[in-house]
C-alpha cells in the first residue's frame, strides 16, 4: 500500500526553465509534507517543508504547493540549474515523525 | 553546527553474521530515526527513539532493534543476516521528532 506516490520516475529539464516535480498521497492523516533531495550513496537533503494548516511554503527557488482536497503537493524549482539534477523525494508524516517516503523523481537539468 | 554523522560508511558481512550500525545526531537532537533504502522497497522507516525509548517502529523483523544512549546517539542492530539486508541505512535526527528530520550519509552493508 503505497501511501505517498510519485508517478514520475524521471524529468528533464533545461537550465533557466521551471522543474515541477508531483506528489500524490492518500493518507488524509497526514499534516506535515517534506521534499529531501538525493544524490547516489548519500543521504536525503531536506530542502523545503509544507504543514497542512498552509497551502503554499516558499525558500528562495524552491516554492512548495500542497492542495489538501486532491491530496497533492507539487515542489517547484525555479530557475532550475545543472547542480539541481538528483533525485527528489517528497514525504509525508503525522503525529511523531515517521516519515513515509514516495519513490523518487529523478530530475536532470541540462545546460 | 555539525550534521548528523554514521559511522562505519560501508560495512562488507556474510549471511547469518550480525552488524551494528551507529549514529550520532546534530547537538541538542533528542530523536533519532532508522530508514532502509534498497531498491525495491526504496525508503522506508525501520525505528524512532527518544530519550532512549523506542517510540515508533516499522514493519521490520524483530532482527532488527536499536537502542538510544543518554547522549541521544544510537546504534541500530541487525543480527542473523541476510542477502535481502544489503542496503544503504539512514539515520535522521530532529529536535524532539515533530520537526524536520535530517539525515546522516548513511552506511553502505553489502551481504554476501
Known amino acids: 500500500d503505497q501511501q505517498v506516490k510519485q508517478n514520475s520516475p524521471s524529468l528533464s529539464v533545461q537550465e533557466g526553465r521551471i522543474s515541477i516535480l508531483n506528489c500524490d498521497y492518500t493518507?488524509?492523516?497526514?499534516?506535515?509534507f517534506l521534499w529531501y533531495k538525493k544524490y547516489p550513496a548519500e543521504g536525503p537533503t531536506f530542502l523545503i517543508s509544507i504543514s497542512s494548516i498552509k497551502d503554499k511554503n516558499e525558500d528562495g527557488r524552491f516554492t512548495v504547493f500542497l492542495n489538501k482536497s486532491a491530496k497533492h503537493l507539487s515542489l517547484h524549482i525555479v530557475p532550475s540549474q545543472p547542480g539541481d539534477s538528483a533525485v527528489y523525494f517528497c514525504?509525508?508524516?503525522?503525529?511523531?515523525?515517521?516519515?513515509?517516503f514516495g519513490t523518487g523523481t529523478r530530475l536532470l537539468v541540462s545546460p | 553546527k555539525a550534521g548528523v554523522t554514521q559511522t562505519p560508511r560501508y560495512l562488507i558481512k556474510t549471511r547469518g553474521q550480525q552488524v551494528t550500525l551507529s549514529c550520532s545526531p546534530i547537538s541538542g537532537h533528542r530523536s533519532v530515526s532508522w530508514y532502509q533504502q534498497t531498491p525495491g522497497q526504496g525508503l522506508q522507516f525501520l525505528f524512532e527513539?527518544?530519550?532512549?525509548?523506542?517510540?515508533n517502529k516499522g514493519n521490520f523483523p524483530g532482527r532488527f532493534s536499536g537502542r538510544q544512549f543518554s547522549n541521544s546517539r544510537s546504534e541500530m542492530n541487525v543480527s542473523t543476516l541476510e542477502l535481502g539486508d544489503s542496503a544503504l541505512y539512514l539515520c535522521a535526527s530532529s529536535p524532539d521528532g515533530k520537526e524536520t528530520q535530517y539525515f546522516g550519509p548513511g552506511t553502505r552493508l553489502l551481504v554476501l
Open positions: 514525504a509525508a508524516s503525522w503525529g511523531f515523525q515517521k516519515l513515509v
Open positions: 493518507n488524509s492523516m497526514f499534516d506535515y
Open positions: 527513539y527518544f530519550s532512549e525509548t523506542q517510540r
